[in-house]
T-cell receptor, first 112, second 115 residues
Framework: GENVEQHPSTLSVQEGDSAVIKCTYS??????FPWYKQELGKRPQLIID?????GEKKDQRIAVTLNKTAKHFSLHITETQPEDSAVYFC???????????FGKGTHLIIQP | DTAVSQTPKYLVTQMGNDKSIKCEQN?????MYWYKQDSKKFLKIMFS???????INETVPNRFSPKSPDKAHLNLHINSLELGDSAVYFC??????????????FGEGSRLTVL
């Protein structure tokens, strides 16, 4: 089955700086790579996703890059704000009916 | 209008008891899931249910059984509860259509505490 590794487990950045979270996956057949944000006590919510036929996708301050050859993908958040503080999860799957395999999460802390 | 709803939100029970968590989605999605989030926040797939096909994560004990009365509902029944079952259980749904993955819509979660 798929295995997703995520780093770092905790990331502390100054407000206004950029944050980068990295993930690797094991199954070369995986073709869908979403990122979820989970605030304390809340449900995970999708913030951005990318499919294997695309190398990069951007939505305002967040962007995701995918390197299929190296089997890794990254989340980039620019101009971080206090409301970006949360746990972020990367995930991968090759077939939706199998469900997503999640990384272990990154606790992003935005320092004022 | 809540897209994915699950009940109860909190569940406190004794070891050895049997309990159920209910989940309903009104999004018309074809696939529903149960995920377990442990104390370290790790999210792990337990089951997915798509067009009457049940896919079970091989690591899930057979004390856990999903039941789907129809496409909009996927309930989770747990027998003989153990301390290690304490976690937050999330129901989710997605429109997959046989293709690669699609966005998961999560319920609010059900926090199970086994004493």
């Amino acid at each position: 089955g798929e295995n997703v590794e995520q780093h770092p487990s905790t990331l502390s950045v100054q407000e206004g700086d950029s944050a980068v979270i990295k993930c690797t996956y094991s199954d070369s057949a995986s073709n869908y790579f979403p990122w979820y944000k989970q605030e304390l006590g809340k449900r995970p919510q999708l913030i951005i996703d990318i499919r294997s036929n695309v190398g990069e996708k951007k939505d305002q301050r967040i962007a995701v890059t995918l390197n299929k050859t190296a089997k890794h993908f990254s989340l980039h958040i620019t101009e971080t704000q206090p409301e970006d503080s949360a746990v972020y999860f990367c995930a991968a799957t090759r077939k939706g009916a199998d469900g997503l395999t999640f990384g272990k999460g990154t606790h992003l802390i935005i320092q004022p | 209008d809540t897209a994915v709803s699950q009940t109860p939100k909190y569940l406190v029970t004794q070891m050895g008891n049997d309990k159920s968590i209910k989940c309903e989605q009104n999004l018309g999605h074809d696939t529903m899931y149960w995920y377990k989030q442990d104390s370290k926040k790790f999210l792990k797939i337990m089951f997915s249910y798509n067009n009457k096909e049940l896919i079970i994560n091989e690591t899930v004990p057979n004390r856990f059984s999903p039941k789907s009365p129809d496409k909009a509902h996927l309930n989770l029944h747990i027998n003989s509860l153990e301390l290690g079952d304490s976690a937050v259980y999330f129901c989710a749904s997605s429109q997959v259509g046989g293709q690669g993955g699609g966005e998961l819509f999560f319920g609010e979660g059900s926090r199970l505490t086994v004493l």
